[in-house]
Nanobody
Framework: QVQLVESGGGLVQPGGSLRLSCVASGNTSKINSMGWFRQAPGEERELVAHRTNGGNTNYGKSMKGRFTISRDNAENTVYLQMSSLRPEDTAVYYC????????????????????WGSGTLVTVSS
């Protein structure tokens, strides 16, 4: 089992920046990849960014160039630095970890187990 705890959400004005953090605990030695998904009201959950232990990274369509994912593997932590935020970035952001997989395309496909945090709300509004 892997437990994930997010922090860093909140209210930010359009054009502003915000940094999310997620710390993993439990059976962290099995983690292959960590990242973020988000879900806006009435929408499906979508990929924000995901990064494997080896550094392979994928971003969602509208995030590349504005969002940056990073990981501290020693501290079992994943960060999401968000800049140039837009009202349409308003969503609940969920931390995700993939564990026990043999094949991982970060944020796209894996054959392991998914673990999720409880989510942190990001609101972009003036």
């Amino acid at each position: 089992q892997v437990q994930l705890v997010e922090s860093g959400g909140g209210l930010v004005q359009p054009g502003g920046s915000l940094r999310l953090s997620c710390v993993a605990s439990g059976n962290t030695s099995k983690i292959n990849s960590m990242g973020w998904f988000r879900q806006a009201p009435g929408e499906e959950r979508e990929l924000v960014a995901h990064r494997t232990n080896g550094g392979n990274t994928n971003y969602g369509k509208s995030m590349k160039g504005r969002f940056t994912i990073s990981r501290d593997n020693a501290e079992n932590t994943v960060y999401l630095q968000m800049s140039s935020l837009r009202p349409e970035d308003t969503a609940v952001y969920y931390c995700n970890a993939v564990a026990g997989a043999r094949t991982v395309i970060p944020g796209v496909y894996h054959d392991g187990l998914d673990y999720w945090g409880s989510g942190t709300l990001v609101t972009v509004s003036s």
